[in-house]
């Protein structure tokens, strides 16, 4: 079976910087997906991560540790448009992701 | 972003009715995945498929069936609804499985 945790909500203040933490527990592993979803919309990619390290995109930041099942997403300077879900998800088998329940980020003036 | 289209968007219908949803893709993406979206719970698979024909079954598959006759449509169908499955419907689509999957805009379902 596969286990990943995030934290349910958080807050910051717009401008600041957020890390959204995620802990995974899994049968074999074959990379780690993060995904924006606005409320009522669909998820849209972030970032990817197969390797240890940090891959960083313009505002967005994601980091991995296999060894310690963990990942976390940075998202600096942020903004209000930033509001939304953001979704970890594990490839563990062939073709199929699973995802953690998601944490709510909410930006405040 | 890869061309999904999901119909309907909306859905109220009543317990033990037959539904289908559609997933219409114009990318030739390889694979399609049919997810449900509950609160508390997050994105569960249902079913994926790997090629025309070629389908498998997810986490949450009981009560679902699918069929994949042609690359470009992937089909849900409820063959007797039930309140349980009251959700929102996602489609996704990939390239490969080492690829992000891409979303379509969802069906939200109710069954009274």
């Known amino acids: 079976g596969q286990n990943i945790d995030q934290p349910t909500e958080m807050t910051a203040t717009e401008g600041a910087i957020v890390q959204i933490n995620c802990t995974y527990q899994t049968s074999g592993f074959n990379g780690l997906f993060w995904y924006q979803q606005h409320a009522g919309e669909a998820p849209t990619f972030l970032s990817y991560?197969?390797?240890?390290g940090l891959e960083e995109k313009g505002r967005f930041s994601s980091f991995l540790s296999r060894s310690k099942g963990y990942s976390y997403l940075l998202l600096k300077e942020l903004q209000m448009k930033d509001s939304a879900s953001y979704l970890c998800?594990?490839?563990?088998?062939?073709?199929?992701?699973?995802f953690g329940k998601g944490t709510k980020l909410s930006v405040i003036p | 972003d890869a061309g999904i289209t999901q119909s309907p968007r909306h859905k109220v219908t009543e317990t033990g009715t037959p539904v289908t949803l559609r997933c219409h893709q114009t990318e030739n993406h390889r694979y399609m995945y049919w997810y449900r979206q509950d609160p508390g719970h997050g994105l569960r698979l249902i079913h994926y498929s790997y090629g025309v024909k070629d389908t498998d079954k997810g986490e949450v598959s009981d009560g679902y069936s699918v069929s994949r006759s042609k690359t470009e449509d992937f089909l849900l169908t409820l063959e007797s609804a039930t309140s349980s499955q009251t959700s929102v419907y996602f489609c996704?689509?990939?390239?490969?499985?080492?690829?992000?999957?891409?979303f379509g805009d969802g069906t939200r379902l109710s069954i009274l």
């Open positions: 998800a594990v490839k563990a088998g062939s073709y199929q992701l699973t």
């Open positions: 991560n197969v390797l240890d």
């Open positions: 996704a689509t990939g390239t490969d499985e080492n690829q992000p999957q891409h």
